[in-house]
């Protein structure tokens, strides 16, 4: 019956999300409101969406994968990366690129590039749209296939239809609404997002026996704690967590978050 109530409130869930494309569809206008939303969208709609659009299924179940298997040391790195990463994106990137491309009318960023050095011949456009096509369509392929196997994992539903459907959904209300839409259901999933963080946090805690009990199991595993080792979940031991372990982690965090 519990699965049958959570299967429910996923598909209303999925059906609101394609009724929020379809009501801006109405709203767009022109090729400036269906990319950019009119340049109208406010900050905290905006930073909610791209965080969540980066750290999507990664930040729900690679991450937290990862911390269970190794400890604290690579995700904690990682999080210091990225935290710093956003935090000079958003200083030194963001606000110049916002006004630069509004006053050369760019809407996307290979457009902002090939007009900002004057490309008569297109070429930065057709390079940077390249570079979007190959890095980002892995990427985008990813998380359709987080959404597969959190249903799979979850429900034993077929893992490749409920991929197809995911991915259906999440194209649809795109294609619907284009920005507007993208961005006010990335606000709704960001706030989902945190919200399930806290909840199952929470829960995870309580069912353990509270926090000293978590904490106690944890000192108990080598290296599990600390930030300058990293537990082996096959041997049960401790690896030594390296200077250049710390740069490439916190490299990998700050360099995706600054681009």
Not at 124 to 134: D, E, R
Not at 188 to 208: F, P
């Amino acid at each position: 019956m519990s699965e049958i109530c959570i299967i429910v409130t996923i598909v209303v869930y999925l059906a609101a999300m394609l009724l929020v494309g379809f009501a801006y569809s109405k709203t767009n206008n022109d090729s400036a409101d269906f990319y950019l939303g009119g340049r109208k969208m406010g900050p905290l709609v905006t930073a909610m969406s791209a965080e969540a659009s980066d750290m999507s299924s990664w930040l729900l179940m690679g991450m937290p994968g990862l911390a269970y298997l190794t400890g604290i040391a690579s995700p904690g790195w990682t999080a210091i990366g990225l935290a710093l990463g956003t935090w000079l994106n958003w200083l030194i990137v963001a606000r110049r690129l916002r006004r630069y491309s509004a006053n050369l009318d760019a809407i996307t960023v290979p457009q902002f590039l090939s007009l900002r050095f004057h490309d008569q011949r297109n070429l930065l456009n057709a390079l940077g749209a390249v570079i979007i096509i190959v890095f980002f369509v892995p990427y985008t392929a990813s998380g359709f296939a987080a959404c597969g196997k959190l249903f799979h994992s979850l429900f034993g539903v077929d893992y490749m239809a409920a991929m197809l459907v995911s991915a259906l959904v999440i194209v649809g209300y795109t294609i619907l609404g284009g920005f507007r839409a993208v961005t006010t259901t990335d606000l709704i999933q960001s706030m989902v997002m945190s919200l399930a963080l806290i909840a199952v946090l929470g829960y995870g805690i309580v069912v353990a026996g509270g926090w000293g009990a978590v904490v106690e199991n944890a000192q108990s595993l080598s290296g599990y704690l600390t930030m300058t080792a990293s537990h082996d979940a096959v041997t049960g031991g401790a690896a030594s967590y390296s200077l250049l372990d710390i740069v490439s982690t916190m490299a990998w965090g700050l360099a995706s978050r600054s681009v």
